[in-house]
């Protein structure tokens, strides 16, 4: 006599046999909707952490001092830098996958932004997001897709090195950085060597030589994720093959990550405009540049530094101190706006598997 067969199993509850090919996928349904709620639960988090401290009420008010047409020039402004950093990473993508579309990456970078800027930390965090949309809705593989990341954010971070030492030197030119000695200027030489690493990692890369390679191989002996490991490894050496057979697109990705923060320029430019303060070109890369410290700071956002950046910078240059916190509340309004339509799009693009 044959054994009965495992097609159906006895729920604790009920008398009748239920088949097991209408139990599976109700586990599966019953998983995915679980972790459906921990990755809302986790972007709402992330969104009261962040907000919990922005002075609505003062951002308001500021918005309000300005006009129709000069908020919309801002948003135009806005909107272009944000093409801009959606093209580096478009002509990255691109070189070896021509189908992927523009628009979409516009969407997924605004996605990326949004848990990044909520994200406590230097403007980081959003990154595997950008993996997965490569991989699930365009069939990048996970290791492609990955070393496209390695290059965009490596050209990024090389671009804000770029800014950074034209800031600084601006910075001294206009008198703002011997305000606080000679001290301040040693304080960052830790920091511009660590930003001087991108343009490091490109050179080594473009000459076949791996860092972050060969620190995963020391690190495989102290640890059992070995294939997490070995992707990383694969993923810069893809990174490394790109800087050689590509060196026209990667020059392109710069030319528009430079885009980008030259557009930034300008929106800080009409931003102190709108709000009466006339400022020099030099003056405009050095207060961007404290801008740009005070986004390195571990807090959502750089909340509390920037204003506290803006608030010198304005004060230093002989405006009011009411200026540099109209500014800071400007570019606080423009980040909100765009990290919530970021945080939007990946609430409903993410569909959790």
Same mark, same amino acid.
């Given at each position: ?25 109700? #586990?599966?349904?019953?998983? /995915? ?17 962040? +907000?919990?401290?922005?002075?609505? =009420? ?8 300005? #006009? ?8 135009? %402004? &806005? ?25 979409? +990456? ?19 965090? !959003? ?9 699930? &809705? ?14 965009? /954010? ?5 671009? &804000? ?13 206009? !008198?703002?950085?011997?305000?606080? !000695?000679?001290?301040? =200027? ?15 990692? %490109?050179?080594? %890369? ?17 640890? /059992? /994720?070995? #294939?997490? =490991?070995?992707?990383? =490894? ?13 060196? #026209?697109?990667?020059? @392109? ?40 410290? @005070?986004?390195?700071?571990? %807090?959502?956002? !750089? ?34 706006? &765009? ?15």
């Amino acid at each position: 006599m044959s054994a009965p067969s495992p097609v159906a199993r006895l729920t604790e509850n009920e008398g009748d046999f239920v088949p097991e090919s209408r139990l599976a996928p109700r #586990k599966r349904d019953g998983a /995915k909707v679980f972790r459906t709620i921990v990755v809302y639960a986790i972007l709402a988090i992330l969104l009261w952490w962040a +907000l919990r401290s922005v002075p609505f =009420i003062e951002i308001w008010i500021a918005l309000r001092q300005l #006009k129709l047409w000069q908020i919309s020039i801002l948003l135009v %402004l &806005n909107t272009l830098v944000l093409i801009a950093m959606t093209a580096r990473w478009w002509v990255i993508l691109r070189a070896e996958n021509p189908s992927i579309p523009f628009f979409q +990456l516009v969407r997924y970078r605004l996605a990326v932004f949004g848990l990044s800027y909520f994200t406590p930390g230097p403007q980081v965090g !959003g990154e595997p997001l950008q993996v997965i949309y490569l991989q699930r &809705n365009h069939s990048v593989t996970f290791a492609r897709a990955t070393a496209a990341v390695i290059m965009d /954010k490596l050209l990024e971070f090389l671009a &804000n090195f770029i800014l950074l030492g034209i800031g600084l030197v601006a910075a001294i030119r206009v !008198g703002l950085v011997t305000r606080g !000695g000679t001290q301040a =200027i040693g304080s960052l030489i830790p920091l511009a060597a660590i930003l001087l690493w991108p343009l490091v990692h %490109l050179v080594l %890369l473009y000459r076949g030589r791996y860092p972050v390679s060969a620190l995963m191989r020391a690190a495989m002996s102290f640890t /059992k /994720k070995q #294939k997490w =490991i070995r992707l990383i =490894i694969v993923s810069e050496r893809m990174a490394g093959g790109f800087t050689r057979r590509h060196l #026209k697109s990667l020059l @392109a990705a710069l030319g528009f990550s430079l885009a980008a923060w030259t557009g930034m320029a300008v929106e800080y430019f009409m931003m102190a405009g709108f709000l009466q303060a006339q400022l020099t070109v030099e003056q405009t890369l050095a207060a961007l540049t404290a801008a740009l410290f @005070a986004f390195l700071m571990p %807090l959502p956002g !750089g909340l509390g530094a920037l204003e506290a950046s803006q608030v010198y910078v304005m004060t230093a240059f002989g405006h009011p101190a009411a200026i540099g916190i109209g500014l800071s509340l400007l570019m606080r309004a423009r980040d909100i706006l &765009n990290g919530g339509l970021g945080l939007l799009l990946a609430s409903r693009n993410i569909r959790v598997q």
